[in-house]
């Protein structure tokens, strides 16, 4: 089978990058350099040329604050590519993996878990667009899945846990929000998931929306707490500050806590906790 992996030099994509080493399939992973996705045709030409039987849409416009001013190209490339990857593996009769956001919500408060059918209310034109694509994959008539999933970290990229490690060991002190509540999850920990549900070829009558993060729910600040001790940087006082301490272009949501229970019961599978996951990923950074 061909798989396309779009995003390819991202957090995910690289992740997923490892994870393939062991598969029999032929991954072809690709960035803005080598398939611009914004580009209908160009995306209906490689599709055909590689003959792709599944699409993994990890490409995105990510930067939730840049966003706020660039509405028009994070649409582009959040909801327009989005349906345009859709669309062109639909006329081969392939599948589509897309990956989404817990952003889609936050605008109206929950004390509880969000399950897939929760409506979503984004806050923020990030979680819109990402909406939007959802709604371009699922328009577009080809059979799917949509993984939303939430505060992704790994050893590739700029990330919260790298900045972390960076401004831990450097800095006397750092102030970290501690009223917004989420799961960090491992990009690792997600591309085993992909790369389970591709090689053993579940995605075949499952198609549809699920939530994948990481177990347990955390503040950012006792996420930075637990980097911190985690890595020993001791020395740096993390202290706790509240939203409009800390002013952004973009709100974030409160409250963005994924239900998990779908997809593990579907695909069976056992998730780890973030902490288990944050010890390793600081491990191999370290190493």
Not at 91 to 112: C, L, N, Q, W
Request: aromatic share 10%; glycine share 6%.
């Amino acid at each position: 089978m061909n798989i396309l992996v779009t995003g390819g030099n991202g957090q995910l994509g690289n992740s997923l990058r490892v994870a393939s080493r062991k598969s029999n399939d032929h991954y072809i992973f690709t960035d803005i350099w080598d398939l611009d996705i914004t580009d209908t045709e160009a995306v209906k030409a490689f599709i055909e040329k590689e003959e792709i039987d599944l699409v993994i849409n990890c490409a995105a416009y990510t930067n939730v604050e840049q966003a706020e001013d660039d509405r028009d190209r994070a649409e582009e490339l959040n909801a327009k590519a989005a349906g345009t990857l859709a669309r062109a593996i639909q006329s081969r009769h392939g599948f589509m993996i897309h990956i989404s956001t817990d952003y889609v919500f936050g605008k109206e408060p929950s004390a509880k878990p969000f399950t897939e059918d929760a409506a979503p209310a984004p806050l923020n034109v990030y979680g819109l667009t990402k909406l939007h694509g959802e709604e371009a994959v699922t328009a577009s008539g080809c059979r799917h899945l949509i993984l939303r999933t939430a505060w992704l970290y790994s050893e590739f990229g700029v990330n919260f846990v790298k900045r972390m490690l960076h401004l831990t060991e450097t800095c006397p002190e750092l102030n970290v929000v501690f009223d917004q509540v989420g799961t960090p999850t491992y990009a690792a920990d997600l591309a085993s998931v992909i790369f389970k549900i591709c090689e053993e070829r579940l995605y075949e009558g499952h198609e549809g929306l699920y939530h994948y993060t990481d177990e347990g729910v955390i503040s950012w600040y006792d996420f930075a707490c637990a980097i911190a001790r985690i890595a020993g940087h001791t020395d740096c006082k993390i202290r706790p500050c509240r939203s409009e301490e800390y002013p952004t272009k973009a709100a974030r949501p409160n409250f963005s806590v994924l239900d998990k229970s779908k997809i593990k019961k579907t695909f069976s599978i056992e998730i780890p906790h973030w902490e288990t996951s944050l010890e390793q990923c600081i491990k191999n950074l370290k190493g």
